[in-house]
């Protein structure tokens, strides 16, 4: 199948990542009539611009359903369970974003940079990993290739996007003045939560396994300790990440550098930068993976330091998603 001959579906047009992917389409032309959006009831009949020309938002019961090559899915994981196996079952595929696929056998957990070659298994739904764990897992395996990574202690920075639109609104009323609560349980402005998603029994919260679990199955890595904590933060779009990265040999910092540079999706800044590490209000919109701050632990050589920031709808989401479109018609996966 050729890219521009595919009908694609994004279902959840409307939210913030389905915005995103529409938006990638457009740069790389997609024709509009390959081009299909759904989402809710509310949303029905909506007018969306695309290029020179709109799209009408309908429900998942039309029968342009139906017509589907290529599903994008970013709604909840119960809706996700029930739309994507009748994709399948149309002869389509589904490339889903949220939490509903990604730890089952079958379904390959992708980023193309990484583990490509795990799209021959799929059986119809490849899963894109958490906005949190992309950039994570393309650090340690660039850094994979110099050493092996042993551990990583990760504190996650959380734009409010990654909770949806209406998180993002009550940010800005708040910022404005207004502070009721209603997306979260306290004000998230001039505020941190330190716990994204519900608590589990051992301390941790989902979001926190999601990104243990998720790194460990993307890099076929069952060995690689992950200790995150992940926090929300009062920040529109981009995610930041501090690692803290063990390393079984002591290798250089121009090494590490360098190997960062080369790796595809990354960027490195420095203080020859016009921003001189990378900040969220700066990667809005960008598709790399933005590292800064490397240093080595003052007492532990063989101990690495840095600070991440990326778009967390666009590489953490629409992008990624996009890239194995790209990749399963490459390999000529999608019939």
Avoid at 4 to 9: D, M
Avoid at 89 to 94: E, Q
Avoid at 146 to 168: F, M, N, R
Avoid at 288 to 307: A, P, Q, Y
Wanted: proline letters at 4%; glycine letters at 6%; hydrophobic letters at 35%.
């Amino acid at each position: 199948m050729n890219l521009k001959n595919a009908n694609i579906g994004i279902i959840g047009a409307t939210g913030a990542v389905g915005v995103e992917a529409l938006k990638l389409l457009s740069e790389i032309n997609h024709p509009a009539d390959n081009i299909y959006l759904f989402a809710s009831d509310r949303s029905k009949g909506k007018k969306i611009k695309y290029k020179n020309t709109e799209l009408s938002v309908k429900t998942t019961d039309s029968e342009d359903f139906n017509k589907i090559d290529v599903g994008l899915i970013s709604v909840s994981s119960e809706i996700s369970k029930s739309l994507a196996p009748k994709i399948v079952k149309n002869g389509g595929v589904v490339i889903d974003d949220g939490s509903a696929y990604r730890m089952e056998k079958n379904v390959p957990l992708v980023v193309p940079e990484i583990n490509e070659n795990d799209l021959s298994f799929h059986e119809g739904i490849v899963s894109i990993p958490n906005c949190t764990t992309t950039p994570l897992v393309m650090v340690i395996d660039a850094i994979n290739s110099l050493t092996k990574v042993k551990k990583v202690i990760v504190s996650t920075y959380q734009a409010v996007s990654g909770t949806g639109k209406e998180a993002v609104n009550e940010l800005v009323n708040q910022q404005s003045g207004d502070q009721s609560v209603d997306v979260y349980d306290f004000p998230i402005a001039n505020n941190v939560f330190p716990h994204v998603d519900d608590f589990l029994e051992d301390g941790f919260t989902k979001e926190e396994h999601k990104m243990i679990n998720e790194t460990k199955k993307i890099l076929h890595d069952q060995e690689i300790e992950v200790i995150p904590t992940c926090v929300r933060v009062p920040v529109r779009i981009g995610h930041s990440e501090s690692l803290c990265i063990s390393l079984e040999n002591d290798i250089s910092i121009e090494e590490i550098v360098n190997c960062l540079n080369n790796y595809s999706g990354i960027k490195v800044l420095g203080e020859s930068d016009e921003t001189p590490y990378p900040m969220p209000l700066y990667v809005e919109g960008e598709k790399d993976v933005f590292v800064g701050r490397i240093r080595k632990s003052l007492n532990n050589s063989k101990e690495l330091n840095l600070w991440l920031s990326c778009d967390n709808l666009i590489k953490g989401a629409a992008y990624n998603a996009l890239q194995i479109l790209e990749s399963m018609i490459k390999k000529e996966l999608i019939k």
